[in-house]
């Protein structure tokens, strides 16, 4: 097992892996560009791959307090109409499970289990290169200091700087078409559960993330991949609201200058194995960025972190264990960011949701074997 780890990142992956390495032994700095150590967006969906990653963190307890835990699922028409109810069911294990939870209250919540784990927390720094030796790998910072360690663990985001570095060649983000609003608003009375409304212009869905607080997400196809002004959002996204009825009359009427709105265009990215290079493996978006079709990024990215404390401990070999890391992840990765990717094009088409629907549960299904 190695003795020191140099992680970056501070997200769900970086954060999953500090907590996980840390457990082990392993003594951790975790770094992050951001001095303030912020988490960008609104809520977010979990699905029971996630909460199962989170139970094995040792964080479910509080998702279930600060954020949603449920089953269950209903479709609906733009008009409101409930077409289809699957049945809630108490006591499930959390892969049998989903939920949602604010973005920024999942990272605090793993934020204070990383600092009670007794990682070193530095803040506002970057990497600007690494140095094999016999000795480990050095690590050049950009506040001009150096870090020797066993290990380093690039958990830096869709756009890794690491991942350019290692991988020049590698291809980079691409767009999907789509683009995806996210919004927080009142919990209305009788939300008891995920919904999708079906048959509108765009894909809507809401999702509950605290006990008065739901997230809803609408995906627009964007070929044009348009740049909104901060002040133009909420105009926008009262308009793709309003040929809906139902509860969303409510969210729509509720929309002010206070309202948590936020865009992001739709891009995904598929590291091809090898996912390290010497001492320096990536992990997370760094390494399969995907849509959030299935809503499993979190999920995975928090796999990793386990997954890859898991091989190390195996073996005192660090190349041995990062090339079994990458194999074990690999296709798990790849099943769901292509079929994220594939709903999308579906979607995007006008073509068959059963199809779409069919992917989508199995691929679930599949999610549900141990990671």
Known sequence: MIRTALVVGGGVGGMSASLSLAKRGVAVELIDIDPQWRAYGAGISVT????????????????????????GFRLRTPDGAVVMETPRHAGLAPIDSSGG??????????????????????????PRGFRESGAGVTVALSDGTERTVDLVVAADG????????????????????QGCWRIVADRPEGLDGAEMYI???????????????????????????????????????AELLAPYGGDIVKIRESLGEDSLVNYRPLEWQLLPLPWHKGRVVVIGDAAHAT?????????????DGLVLADE?????????????????????????????????EIEMAGGNQVDANKMLGGTMQKLKEPY
């Open 199 to 237: 048959g509108g212009p765009v894909k809507l869905g809401l999702n509950p993330i605290s006990q008065d607080k739901l997230y809803a997400f609408i995906l627009e196809h964007v070929p044009d991949n348009p740049w909104y002004a901060d002040e133009d959002m909420l105009a926008r996204v």
């Open 48 to 71: 029971g791959l996630s909460l199962r990653a989170f139970d094995d963190l040792g964080i479910l307890d509080e998702i279930r307090e600060q954020g949603f835990v449920g089953t």
């Open 158 to 177: 869709i756009q890794s700087k690491t991942r350019k570095t290692l991988f020049p060649d590698a291809p980079a983000p691409q767009f999907t078409g």
């Open 312 to 344: 190390l401990a195996k073996t005192d070999d660090v190349e041995a264990a990062l090339t079994a890391f990458g194999v074990r992840r690999f296709e798990r990765a790849r099943m769901v960011v292509e079929n994220s990717v594939r709903i999308g």
């Open 101 to 126: 939870i604010m973005r920024p209250v999942l990272h605090a919540i793993l934020q204070k289990h990383v600092r009670k784990a007794d990682v070193t927390v530095t803040l506002g720094v970057e």
């Open 291 to 303: 849509t959030p079709h299935m809503a499993s990024g979190a999920g995975l990215a928090a796999e």
